[in-house]
């Protein structure tokens, strides 16, 4: 099924001229790595203020876009400079998952949100990448199928921040929050069904 990670190839040959440059400059893949999951907690960590609501949610879009850059610009740092490494590759996993339960969860804190709706999505985010993981574990490639990937959620909460910025909230976030949940599961069948295919093949 298709997903917004599909674009990928697209998005990381606008960023290759800036990687070539932190390469240059001694940056590792793994230092990008952490600063995309400090961010995300530190912003997470925002969320949680009541003095700043609903303002902050501003910042969510803004830091979806910089995190998908930056987990991006890792992943080419590794490849295409010669930085891969074990401990890269248990960072990448284990930041991102980090970084998205940090983003997440203070949604549950918004006056119509439905808290164990977004704890759920949080635990299904979860078991969505083990599975993408897990395939590697078989001998098939590492899952990224949609219909509900990493990048599909970032793209849905960073709609949902910018509204709640707005100050559009009401019931229909739980019928949002539903649906997200449904494709995650989805999401689990589709990345479990293709590393078995890929390992029969």
């Known amino acids: 099924m298709a997903s917004i990670y599909d674009i990928k190839p697209a998005f990381q040959?606008?960023?290759?001229?800036?990687?070539?440059w932190l390469a240059v400059r001694g940056v590792t893949a793994n230092q990008v790595t952490l600063a995309a999951m400090l961010l995300s907690l530190?912003?997470?960590?925002?969320?949680?203020?009541p003095g700043w609501q609903p303002g902050i949610?501003?910042?969510?879009?803004l830091v979806m876009l910089v995190r998908m850059a930056l987990n991006a610009i890792d992943g080419m740092l590794a490849r295409?400079?010669?930085?891969?490494?074990?401990?890269?590759?248990?960072?990448?996993?284990?930041?991102?998952?980090?970084a998205d339960?940090?983003?997440?969860?203070?949604?549950?804190?918004?006056?119509?949100?439905n808290l164990w709706l977004v704890v759920g999505i949080v635990i299904a985010a979860v078991i969505s990448e083990?599975?993408?993981?897990?395939?590697?574990?078989?001998?098939a490639s590492r899952r990224y199928d949609g219909p509900m990937g990493k990048s599909d959620r970032a793209f849905v909460f960073g709609a949902l921040a910018l509204a709640v910025g707005l100050g559009w909230q009401?019931?229909?976030?739980?019928?949002l929050f539903v649906v997200v949940l449904l494709l995650i599961a989805v999401t689990i069948v589709n990345r479990c069904r293709q590393a078995l295919a890929e390992v029969r093949s």
């Open 42 to 49: 530190l912003v997470g960590a925002a969320l949680l203020y």
């Open 13 to 20: 040959n606008l960023l290759r001229p800036g990687v070539r």
């Open 101 to 113: 339960t940090a983003l997440y969860l203070p949604f549950a804190l918004l006056p119509d949100a």
């Open 170 to 175: 009401g019931a229909w976030i739980n019928i």
């Open 80 to 98: 295409e400079h010669g930085m891969q490494s074990t401990l890269g590759g248990i960072l990448n996993e284990l930041c991102d998952v980090l």
């Open 130 to 139: 083990m599975a993408g993981v897990v395939a590697v574990q078989i001998g």
């Open 57 to 61: 949610y501003w910042a969510i879009p």
